[in-house]
Structure formats: C-alpha cells, structure tokens
C-alpha cells in the first residue's frame, strides 16, 4: 500500500522558514517525480514545486520563486520543501504527491497518482 505522508507545518510569521518533509512508503521513491501542491481556503489546490526523480531537475510557480527548494534524499525515500521567506499568502493546506518519472517540468495534479493527506502551513502578518 503506498502511502505519503507529510510533517512540519505549522504557524510561523511573516519572514520566517518551514521545512516540510514527505515521507514515502509502499514505493520506491527514486522511479518517481515528486512534486508539492497546496491549497488555500477557498481557492483551487495549484501547483508549487516539482522535482526530477534524480533531483537534476526541479520547477517551481513563480511566487515561490527564490523562496522556496525543493530536495529529495532518495536513499531516505522522502521529500522535502523548504520554505523561507514566508508569506500570510503562502497560508494553505500543502500536499505532497507522486507521478510516473515521464512526467516533468509544470506540476499538472491530473498526472500525479498517488497524494498525501496534506499539512497546515498558516503564516501570521
């Protein structure tokens, strides 16, 4: 059964760091693209970041440009997405998911197969 579970959000403020991680099980992680999606009440889920199986290559939306990094530890068969720089805007329910390693650039939530429950990031101004 594959699972994908996500920590460390959380309430932070403005200007301050997150790191989210997702840990994977019931798949092999590196035969995969990984990507975060999030969504705010009230507003369609869209997509944040993604990265290449191997980490070589990775995409992210533009507001989070700068911001935001995206890794994986393959090894570790987890994920992570470091936020800096936080925004009350960045406030939303993050979503990590799988898709088939064809998958690349732009995260499209149609090609993502397997998803996590999601963790709470609420940033205070």
């Known amino acids: 059964q594959v699972q994908l579970v996500e920590s460390g959000g959380g309430l932070v403020q403005a200007g301050g760091s997150l790191r989210l991680s997702c840990a994977a099980s019931g798949l092999m992680l590196s035969r995969y693209t990984m990507a975060w999606f999030r969504q705010a009440p009230g507003k369609e889920r869209e997509s944040v970041a993604s990265t290449s199986r191997s980490g070589s290559s990775t995409w992210y939306t533009d507001s989070v440009k700068g911001r935001f990094t995206i890794s994986r530890d393959n090894a570790e068969n987890t994920v992570y997405l470091q936020m800096s720089s936080l925004k009350p805007e960045d406030t939303a329910v993050y979503y990590c998911?799988?898709?088939?390693?064809?998958?690349?650039?732009?995260?499209?939530?149609?090609?993502?197969?397997?998803w996590g429950q999601g963790t709470q990031v609420t940033v205070s101004s």
């Open positions: 998911a799988a898709a088939p390693a064809t998958v690349r650039g732009p995260a499209r939530a149609n090609e993502y197969l397997y």
